[in-house]
């Protein structure tokens, strides 16, 4: 089956930048989405195929994509930025895929 | 106010049954690929089962295939998910996820999830 990995944690002080990464077989073939998870609430989309930001979305929220891994960065990293963050692909084998997620500590 | 909203989940025995339902609303139901995702305590998130906008097109990880069943209700814009022979690795809240737009294999909208308790 496809597996996703992230890093467990990455910690940031406010104002610098946080980059977490979705590494993975053929991952560089495969459209990668972010969501964002806030303690004690559903998650919710940060970043659609590979770059895109969802309406609402600030635009300190940025992705990128090289042929090994996908990064999501978080510019100007704030207190309220603090959670799990997830990436997904599809799998044409496995489907809805997850990276077992990576908490941001603020 | 675009929203999804789960119920059903509760306590229930090892194989025992259960059945949770999503509440669509201000949205456009029967035209998404809808989907139920799940997250067992302190862990990731699992996506478990979807169904395609007319319902021809069901999709089970393996971890449940054979044991639950999603459908859904165009007329009352409801998703469902009988489960069944329900194990403690079962436990989990579980969230009702509407699919992007067509074929985007992307999660934009999110119900606020529903706790389901295996244990004896």
């Known amino acids: 089956s496809f597996v996703l990995t992230q890093p467990p944690s990455v910690s940031v002080a406010p104002g610098e930048t946080a980059r977490i990464t979705c590494g993975g077989d053929?991952?560089?073939?495969?459209?990668v989405h972010w969501y964002q998870q806030k303690p004690g609430q559903a998650p919710a989309p940060v970043i659609y195929?590979?770059?895109d930001r969802p309406s609402g979305i600030p635009e300190r929220f940025s992705g990128s994509h090289s042929g090994i891994a996908a990064t999501l960065t978080i510019s100007r990293v704030e207190a309220g930025d603090e959670a799990d963050y997830y990436c997904?692909?599809?799998?044409?084998?496995?489907?809805?895929?997850f990276g077992p997620g990576t908490k941001v500590i603020v | 106010e675009v929203q999804l909203v789960e119920s059903g989940g509760g306590l229930v025995q090892p194989g025992g049954s259960l059945r949770l339902s999503c509440s669509a609303s201000?949205?456009?139901?029967?035209?998404?690929?809808m989907h139920w995702v799940r997250q067992a305590p302190g862990k990731g998130l699992q996506h478990v089962a979807s169904?395609?906008?007319?319902?021809?097109?069901?999709y089970y990880a393996d971890s449940v295939k054979g044991r639950f069943t999603i459908s859904r209700d165009g007329s009352k814009n409801t998703l469902s998910f009988q489960m069944s022979s329900l194990r403690v690795e079962d436990t989990a809240v579980y969230y009702c996820?509407?699919?992007?737009?067509?074929?985007?294999?992307?999660?934009?909208?999110w119900g606020q999830g529903t706790l389901v308790t295996v244990s004896s």
């Open positions: 996820v509407k699919e992007g737009t067509i074929a985007s294999r992307s999660f934009d909208l």
């Open positions: 201000g949205l456009s139901f029967s035209h998404y690929t």
């Open positions: 169904i395609s906008e007319t319902g021809g097109d069901r």
């Open positions: 053929d991952v560089g073939t495969k459209s």
């Open positions: 195929f590979d770059s």
């Open positions: 997904q692909v599809w799998d044409s084998s496995s489907g809805y895929v």
